[in-house]
């Protein structure tokens, strides 16, 4: 799968751009605010609807504008596909796959997989959990038909649990909505724990062809006491969560953790350390979403050269060529960005104030 044709308007500094893109490696030089990392997010718009960089849609668009607007042409296996996006400051937003209005943002993930690796991938490790639990269920969004289902199961569940405590319902009200809420969160546990059984493997070997780290493990936590059942932790719990208004415990509270040596990896090592970590992580989703799937995806590789040195950008590089996805990857040095794709059939633009031109790859 590659997306061939690329259509932007009015997103941040881009007015209007027309791009046709290699199916494999792509790559943006120019400098600081031109307009690189802007590209990138209309990718990332076109595949989910949002922004990678914040919550809020309104700095998204064009401050002369009233819409952003993103048009893409998809080549798959199972043929062509036509996707537009267009978000409005009042709110609105109208999603179109082959001229179909489309209600969910979940169909422009299946149309148009795409991860990001950037500068910002670090906060997997350092920021709070809800980051990681985000990222596990896009993997398991592409790995598992059921999981999508099961997941929205279980949010209700959770939703009107909550509504319970917070409204002091009756006990018999709240004991039908737990049960409900047990087998929901032990179905994405399962879910969850199957997926890691496969993904730590190919993390240990994204880590050891990465970096020099040894002893590198992924962890995963359920969200509940790992040698009690759900059923009574929430039972134990229910006081406390009456008095709190919310459930403390249940498959919204999963997460996991990278250690190093036994330890976790963000009190050990280096930031420069903890970015290939991170990369590491990312990595080993898309090449599990390949495996089990077999779906290759847009890679959005930002700043590529900041933080790395020569040896360690080829790594990442055969990495993600060993995916089989497509790339987009933006740095402000021409020769360092090609450099690190040596041997490799590129397509390279410049950008200058949201204005991008097919350039020459030679340096």
């Not at 330890?263 to 992580?281: D, F, H, I, P, T």
């Not at 990442?316 to 090609?338: N, P, W, Y």
Request: glycine share 10%.
């Amino acid at each position: 799968m590659s997306l061939s044709r690329l259509t932007v308007e009015n997103l941040r500094n881009i007015r209007h751009v027309d791009l046709t893109l290699n199916p494999g490696v792509n790559l943006v030089w120019g400098e600081n605010g031109s307009g690189k990392t802007s590209l990138l997010e209309a990718i990332y718009f076109l595949g989910s609807s949002r922004t990678f960089r914040g919550v809020r849609i309104d700095p998204v668009i064009n401050r002369d504008a009233t819409a952003a607007t993103v048009f893409g042409v998809v080549n798959a296996a199972e043929g062509r596909r036509r996707i537009g996006v267009q978000r409005g400051r009042a709110g609105t937003k109208d999603i179109k796959i082959n001229g179909e209005v489309v209600r969910k943002a979940s169909e422009l993930a299946q149309a148009l997989p795409v991860l990001v690796l950037g500068p910002e991938t670090v906060d997997l490790l350092l920021g709070a959990p809800g980051g990681r639990r985000r990222f596990l269920n896009w993997g398991l969004f592409h790995v598992e038909h059921g999981f999508l289902q099961d997941w929205e199961t279980a949010v209700r569940c959770l939703k009107q649990r909550n509504s319970l405590l917070r409204a002091k319902g009756s006990e018999q009200e709240l004991a039908v909505w737990s049960s409900r809420l047990v087998k929901a969160s032990e179905a994405l546990d399962r879910y969850r724990a199957a997926y890691f059984g496969v993904f730590s493997g190919l993390f240990a070997d994204a880590c050891s062809n990465l970096s020099r780290l040894t002893a590198v493990d992924c962890i995963y936590h359920r969200g509940w006491d790992a040698g009690r059942s759900l059923a009574d932790v929430l039972a134990s719990q229910e006081e406390g969560d009456r008095k709190r208004g919310f459930t403390l415990s249940g498959f919204q509270k999963a997460d996991f953790e990278v250690r190093v040596a036994g330890q976790n990896a963000v009190g050990v090592c280096s930031r420069g350390e903890l970015k290939v970590l991170a990369w590491a992580l990312v990595l080993s989703q898309g090449l599990m979403s390949r495996k089990r799937q077999q779906q290759t995806l847009v890679y959005l590789v930002d700043d590529l050269c900041a933080e790395l040195d020569l040896a360690s950008r080829k790594r990442v590089c055969d990495e993600i060529i060993k995916s089989g996805g497509q790339v987009v990857a933006t740095g402000i040095d021409l020769k360092q960005l090609v450099e690190s794709w040596v041997g490799i059939d590129t397509k390279v633009f410049h950008v200058e104030h949201g204005r991008f031109s097919e350039t020459e790859s030679s340096i």
